[in-house]
C-alpha cells in the first residue's frame, strides 16, 4: 500500500510530491513495491520470491486549520499494491476522528476532513489504515498507524495575561534603568513561520519609557525626572506577531508607572526669625510651642529632626519632632522665673534623617531659625513638693492613723501661707482627712484590704491671699495587709462518694482559700477536728502542699442506708498571728459506673443531688393543686353571692336611691314624692297619686300623725307592705310603667334613733330628743342644737297652716 497526497502547502512539499507521482508513474523506485513477488537482479532478471512484502509507502499527512471552503478539505490518498483498479480491494479508516472529522473513500483511498479544525485545540490525530479483500475480508495489507498534522495558520493574536500593570520606579533615576517586563503569549505555532514570533513596542509613554523590542523591557527613556513635578505616567504597549510585518496580529496592556520619592530635597524653614510667648506658670515638660521647617519630600524622605544648637535656648527648653505633623514640639525643661530671666533666645536647626549621598552636591540637607521667647509675668499657684506620692498604711488601723503628709509653697516671692484640702468628689466615703494647715493626711475609719487594696485620691492646696489659684497632686495610699481573715476550704459542689469505694482510697483532694495575700495566705495545714470523736468513715490526710486528702476508713457505702455525710475540716494559715477556720463538707453517696479514670453517677443521684426526692415532688404538686381548688372555690362563692333587698338591722347606713324617673324640667317640683317609699307607717296614709302633690293640710296632718306616739311601727309588715304597693302600681292606670328598681331604706323595727336618711327629714319626728348627744362632746351639742331648731321652724309652720285652715 502507498500513502500519495496531492495538495502541498508549500514548495518544498509541492516538489516532493511532484516526484513522487512522477517516480510512482514512470519508473519503479525504492518507494515503490513490484506488483508481483519478484527482485530484479543485476544483469536485469527478475526474481520470483513466494512471499509477498509490504504495500505500504508511508508519509505524514497535513491538513490546513480553518478552513472554510465549501468542499470537504482533500487530506491525501491511500492505496494498496494489491489494488488492481477493479473495485476488488476496500480501504477502511479507523481511530482519532475517524468517520467523523476524516472520511475515506473505500474504493479510491481517498481521505478528506469533513470539518474545519484548530490547531490551539488539537495538533494532530493519530489514525489507522487497512486494505481488506471486499469479497472474503480477508486483510491483504496489516494495519498501520499515520498521523494527520494540523497545519497552523496566523489566527491568534499576541495576550498579555494581565493587566493594566503597575510598577513603580526611583524619581532622578538614570537613563535605561529597569521598570518592569511584560510579555505576551501567541497561542499559534512558534515553530511554523513568524505567526507567533512577537515584536513589543511602545504606543504612548515616549519620551519618558522605551521598550526593548524583543524582551518587552520597559526602561527609562529620560533623565532627572522629578516626583515633585509628575508623579504618574501611563505607558501603553503593543505586541505585534508575524516579526512585526504588515498583516501581523496584535495586542497591548496599560501600565501605570508611579515615581517613588527619593530625598532630593533639603528642609527649609518659612522664615529665619520667631517669637513666643510663655507665661512663668508654664509646666515642666509640657508643649509651650510649635516651630515647622517644610520639605517636598514623603515618608522618612520628609523626617526632619529639630534641635537647639544654641546652650541658653538648650539648657531651658526642649524640642522634638512630631511624627505625624512634622512640627517641632518646644517644651520647658526646667521651671520658668519671670523675676530672674525675661526672655530666651533659640537657635533651631532643622536636619533630615536620612539623608541621601548620591544628592551631597545640592548642599547640606539643612536649615536654621531664630525664636525669641518672651516669659510672662502671673501669680502662681501653689507648687507641691513632689508631683505623685505614694503612701501605705496598715488595715485595721484606728481611726485617726497617720498616713503621711504632702508640702507645697507658693512660688511667689510674697511667699502666701498654702492651705490644704481634699478633692470632695473622689472620696465619697471619706477614708481620709487632711490637715489644712500642716497637709498631714489621716484615717476616718479602719481600712479593710480586702475591700479596697489601693485608695487614689486628689490633694488639693490654695493661697491664703488667692483661694482662686488652685493646686492638685495625685495621692496614692496603699493598704497594707494584715492576717485577720481565716483559711476555708475550697468546696464549690458536693463529694461524690462511690458505693464501691474500699478503704484507703481517696475520695477527693481538697484545698484551702483566703482572703489575705500570699504572705499570709498561700500556706495551709488541714486536720479534723480534735474535740469530735474519732471519724469511723473518713479519715484526712495533709499533703503538705497546701491540700489535704478525704480518705475512706471502710467500704459498702450505701445510698439508700444513708446518702449524706458531713466531715468538719480544719485549716490553718501560715501568717502571724496564724488563723484557723473549720469548714463542713458534704459528701454524696452514689451508685457508680467506672469508665476508665471517670466515675458517673446513675440517674437517682443526679436526682437526689437536685435536694428533691420523688416523696417531696409529689408533695409539692398535691399542695399546687390544693391552692388552686381554693381560689377556683373562692371566685365562684363570690360570684353567686348577692345582695339582700332589705339591710339587716345592724347595716346602719344611707343609701343613695336614683329613679329613672324624667320630670317635667327644673319647675317640676312636684312629679314624685318618695316619703311614702322610706317609711311604711306614712305609707298607710298617703295612698293617693304620687304625682300629686299632697295639700298642707294633709301634709301637715300626717306630721302631726306621726309626732303622736300612737302610732306602732312594730305592727307593720314590710313584706306585705312591699307586695301591697306593687299590686297598687301594677292597677294604677294613671301613671307611666316605671321599670325602675326601687330600693326601701326602711331603717327596721326596734331603733331608737329611727332613719338618718336626708330624705326622711320632711318625716322625722319634730319632738325628737336630741340631748343624749351631749355625751359624745362639744361638737355633738352642737349638732343637736341645730336639729332641735330645724324641728321647731318646721312645727310652727304647719301650726300657722292649720289655723288658715279653720278660718276658712
Avoid at 508623579?231 to 501600565?255: C, F, N, P, R
Avoid at 531664630?370 to 507648687?383: A, N, S, Y
Avoid at 330624705?759 to 319626728?765: I, N
Wanted: a negative charge; hydrophobic letters at 35%; glycine letters at 6%.
Amino acid at each position: 500500500m502507498r500513502i500519495s497526497t496531492t495538495s502541498c502547502l508549500c514548495p518544498f512539499l509541492v516538489c516532493l510530491c511532484f516526484i513522487q507521482r512522477c517516480s510512482s508513474v514512470s519508473h519503479h523506485t525504492p518507494a515503490k513495491v513490484p506488483t508481483k513477488n519478484q527482485t530484479k537482479l543485476a544483469n536485469g532478471e527478475t526474481e520470483v520470491h513466494h512471499r509477498p512484502k509490504r504495500g505500504w509507502i508511508w508519509n505524514q499527512f497535513f491538513v490546513l486549520e480553518e478552513h472554510t471552503g465549501p468542499d470537504p478539505q482533500y487530506v491525501g490518498k491511500l492505496h494498496s499494491n494489491s489494488d488492481k483498479g477493479d473495485g476488488s480491494v476496500r480501504y477502511i479508516l479507523d481511530g482519532e476522528g475517524a468517520g467523523s472529522i476524516f472520511i475515506i473513500d473505500e474504493v479510491t483511498g481517498d481521505i478528506h476532513a469533513t470539518k474545519s479544525l484548530d490547531r490551539e485545540k488539537k495538533s494532530h490525530y493519530v489514525l489507522h489504515a487497512q486494505a481488506l479483500d471486499r469479497y472474503t475480508e480477508e486483510a491483504l495489507e496489516p494495519k498501520s498507524e499515520f498521523i494527520i498534522k494540523v497545519q497552523d495558520i496566523n489566527d491568534n493574536a499576541p495576550k498579555f495575561p494581565d493587566g493594566p500593570f503597575v510598577a513603580t520606579v526611583p524619581e532622578m533615576s538614570e537613563v535605561g534603568t529597569s521598570v518592569l517586563q511584560v510579555t505576551a503569549s501567541d497561542a499559534d505555532d512558534p515553530t511554523y513561520g513568524n505567526s507567533a514570533r512577537i515584536v513589543y513596542s511602545i504606543l504612548q509613554g515616549q519620551p519618558y519609557f522605551s521598550v526593548d523590542p524583543k524582551t518587552g523591557i520597559i526602561r527609562t527613556a529620560l533623565a532627572d525626572m522629578d516626583r515633585e513635578a509628575r508623579e504618574h505616567y501611563t505607558v501603553v504597549i503593543q505586541a505585534k506577531d508575524m516579526a512585526g510585518q504588515v498583516g501581523g496580529l496584535s495586542g497591548s496592556t496599560t501600565i501605570n508607572i508611579t515615581l517613588t520619592d527619593i530625598n532630593d530635597n533639603p528642609p527649609k524653614f518659612p522664615q529665619k526669625n520667631y517669637q513666643l510667648y510663655v507665661p512663668e506658670s508654664a509646666q515642666v515638660g509640657k508643649p509651650v510651642g510649635k516651630i515647622k521647617a517644610n520639605d517636598d519630600d514623603l515618608g522618612i524622605n520628609a523626617d526632619i529632626k529639630y534641635s537647639i544648637i544654641n546652650s541658653e535656648g538648650a539648657n531651658t527648653f526642649s524640642i522634638s519632632a512630631d511624627r505625624d505633623t512634622k512640627e517641632g514640639i518646644i517644651s520647658l525643661k526646667k521651671p520658668l522665673n519671670y523675676e530672674r530671666k525675661k526672655s530666651y533666645t533659640l537657635h533651631i536647626e532643622g536636619t533630615n534623617t536620612h539623608a541621601d549621598p548620591r544628592f551631597s552636591y545640592l548642599g547640606s540637607f539643612k536649615d536654621t531659625a531664630t525664636l525669641k521667647i518672651t516669659v510672662g509675668d502671673v501669680d502662681e499657684g501653689p507648687v507641691f513638693s513632689i508631683d505623685h506620692y505614694i503612701m501605705d498604711v496598715y488595715e485595721n488601723a484606728p481611726r485617726g492613723t497617720e498616713v503621711g503628709a504632702v508640702t507645697a509653697r507658693d512660688p511667689d516671692s510674697r511667699n502666701s501661707p498654702v492651705r490644704y484640702f481634699l478633692d470632695s468628689k473622689e472620696d465619697d466615703e471619706r477614708y481620709f482627712r487632711i490637715d489644712e494647715i500642716t497637709g498631714v493626711i489621716r484615717t476616718t475609719k479602719p481600712l479593710d484590704r480586702e475591700d479596697i487594696t489601693w485608695h487614689n485620691i486628689t490633694v488639693m492646696a490654695s493661697e491664703v491671699d488667692n483661694p482662686s489659684l488652685l493646686s492638685h497632686v495625685p495621692v496614692t495610699v496603699q493598704v497594707l495587709d494584715v492576717n485577720d481573715n481565716p483559711p476555708e476550704v475550697a468546696a464549690d459542689e458536693e463529694i461524690i462518694l462511690c458505693e464501691s469505694s474500699r478503704p484507703g482510697q481517696v475520695i477527693q483532694t481538697v484545698t484551702a482559700v483566703d482572703k489575705d495575700d500570699f504572705a499570709n495566705g498561700q500556706r495551709f495545714a488541714f486536720a479534723l477536728p480534735s474535740q469530735l470523736p474519732v471519724n469511723p468513715n473518713f479519715t484526712l490526710k495533709d499533703n503538705e502542699d497546701s491540700t489535704a486528702s478525704i480518705i475512706a476508713r471502710r467500704r459498702r457505702f450505701n445510698h439508700l442506708t444513708q446518702e449524706l455525710y458531713e466531715l468538719p475540716i480544719v485549716v490553718w494559715d501560715g501568717g502571724e498571728p496564724s488563723l484557723s477556720g473549720t469548714s463542713t463538707l458534704t459528701l454524696r453517696v452514689c451508685p457508680c459506673q467506672r469508665h476508665g479514670r471517670i466515675r458517673a453517677c446513675q440517674g437517682e443521684a443526679f436526682l437526689s443531688s437536685a435536694g428533691l426526692s420523688t416523696g417531696a415532688l409529689i408533695a409539692i404538686l398535691l399542695c399546687i393543686i390544693i391552692l388552686l381548688a381554693i381560689v377556683v372555690l373562692f371566685i365562684t362563692l363570690r360570684r353567686s353571692k348577692k345582695e339582700p333587698l332589705i339591710i339587716s338591722e345592724e347595716d346602719i347606713r344611707e343609701n343613695v336611691v336614683t329613679y329613672d324617673d324624667e320630670g317635667g324640667g327644673e319647675e317640676d317640683t312636684e312629679a314624685f314624692d318618695i316619703i311614702a317609699l322610706r317609711n311604711p307607717a306614712a305609707a298607710e296614709e298617703l295612698k293617693f297619686r304620687r304625682d300629686i302633690r299632697p295639700e298642707a293640710r294633709q301634709h301637715c296632718g300626717l306630721l302631726r300623725s306621726r309626732r303622736s306616739p300612737s302610732v306602732d311601727l312594730d305592727d307593720v309588715d314590710v313584706q306585705e307592705f312591699i307586695k301591697q304597693r306593687l299590686v297598687d302600681a301594677d292597677l294604677d292606670t294613671s301613671v307611666p310603667p316605671y321599670d325602675s328598681l326601687q330600693t326601701y331604706a326602711y331603717e327596721g323595727q326596734g331603733s331608737p334613733t329611727g332613719s338618718i336618711s336626708p330624705l326622711d327629714s320632711p318625716g322625722t319626728q319634730f319632738e325628737q330628743d336630741y340631748n343624749f348627744l351631749d355625751e359624745y362632746g362639744p361638737d355633738f351639742q352642737r349638732l343637736a342644737e341645730l336639729y332641735g331648731r330645724a324641728d321647731s321652724d318646721v312645727s310652727t309652720v304647719c301650726d300657722s297652716n292649720l289655723v288658715q285652715t279653720k278660718s276658712v
